[in-house]
């Protein structure tokens, strides 16, 4: 069966046409955002593209978007990752109701429903999902390289539906902690192991020892507030890379392990044996952080002092 996709981009972003062609004899249609030559885009098959010259705010995007796929009943929307189109194609893919999978890797047509191949589980599985209807699919375009299949085309320049931009309702300044804890090379990173607030002053006389930044796990600063967003390392927080990243009373889930994966060395505080970060570490401590830590931040003082 034939599927109508469309596919966004500049001219110097075709990649993702390369996605859509992996479809059984697709019908490509190519929303070009800016100026280019649109008909150089008939030598990868792409039968017809809109052009969007004029930059539009997102919501507006959104509905013009809309609006051209209910017009031409695309099967598939696929669209680059960037922080414009991070915010426009959940709207439209919203006001459509319809499924948007992002960090896409491949696509398979499976008769009149494809599937979808994405990486997923904080980057450390590639998920399938079958598809059966509308999707919008997000991914870096320079994953693909669109194979050439000259076709004629046709142009039509797309009018912006104009809906306003975005209304801010009300602002509010992000408390700063002055720490980027991205470049930091040393991390004593803390976990829902630390029994109140005030018990974090032994991993902060630890970090003072070492010159180590503070980092922490999701509850201790999403759901406890107990440190400023600025330490929260993983999925949803921050992505850090030091060389040594020592890990206390954090159990290792896969959220938590997605942001410091790519640290050099990891050094693991936890008094369960079966916590899953041991499965992740360089060294591990079976043991009772209120026991070990004074003592190390002690034993260090005295070598650090020689
Ligand atoms: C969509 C999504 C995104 C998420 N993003 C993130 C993220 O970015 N970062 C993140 O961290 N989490 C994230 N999470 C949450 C994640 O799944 C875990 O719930 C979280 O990491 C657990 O935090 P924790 O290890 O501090 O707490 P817990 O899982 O409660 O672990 C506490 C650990 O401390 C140990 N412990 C207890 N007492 C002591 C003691 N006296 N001495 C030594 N060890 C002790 C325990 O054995 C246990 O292993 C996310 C979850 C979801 C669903």
Known sequence: MEMKALVIGSINDTGLIGLAQRLEKPEIHYLLIGSGDAAQLGK????????????????????????????????????????YFKTAIPMAAQKMSAPLLVDVVDIKQVGNAFTVVFNGIGNRAQVTIKVTDKAFLMSPPTRFKPSENPTGT?????????????????????????????????????GRGFKKQDDLKLAFELAEVLGAEIGCSRPI??????????????????????????????????????????????????????????????????????????????????????
């Open 154 to 190: 046709t142009t039509e320049t797309l009018q912006p539906k104009s809906v306003g931009v975005i209304k801010v309702v009300s602002t509010e300044e992000k408390p700063k902690g002055g720490v980027r804890i991205e470049d930091a090379e040393l991390i004593v990173s803390v």
């Open 221 to 306: 600063a999403a759901d406890l507030k107990w440190l400023g967003e600025d330490h929260w390392v993983g999925l949803s927080g921050h992505k850090v890379r030091p060389k040594l990243y020592l890990a206390i009373g954090i159990s290792g889930q896969p959220q938590h392990l997605a942001g410091m994966m790519e640290s050099k060395t990891v050094v693991v505080i936890n008094n369960d044996p079966n916590a899953p970060f041991f499965k992740n570490c360089d060294y591990g401590v079976v043991e009772d952080l209120y026991k070990f830590v004074p003592a190390l931040t002690k034993r260090l003082k005295e070598v650090l002092k020689k």
């Open 44 to 83: 990868y098959g792409v039968s017809k593209v809109y052009q969007l010259a004029a930059p539009v705010d997102e919501t507006s995007f959104a509905e013009t978007l809309v609006d051209l796929i209910n017009k031409e009943t695309y099967s598939l929307v696929l669209a680059p990752v960037s922080k």
